[in-house]
């Protein structure tokens, strides 16, 4: 439980190929850390990957062929 935000998403196609970005997601503790919580347990984060589904245009295409078979 906590806080989660992202702070920013960047493009990068010129890393991972085209309709590919970058972005990270941020926790918050939900309370103010006690004197017991270790330093490094106070903030998490992630840096994600994200892309374009490449393979469901393709499903689209064969779902478009296959409607065009049942018509004829």
Request: hydrophobic content about 30%.
């Amino acid at each position: 439980s906590g806080v989660w935000e992202t702070s920013g998403i960047i493009a990068a196609s010129e890393f991972f190929g085209d309709d590919s970005w970058l972005f990270d997601v941020q926790a918050h503790p939900q309370v103010s850390p006690s004197a017991k919580t270790p330093p490094d347990l106070v903030e998490d984060g992630q840096l994600l990957l994200m892309t374009k589904d490449k393979h469901k245009d393709k499903d689209k295409d064969k779902d478009k062929d296959k409607d065009e078979e049942d018509d004829d």
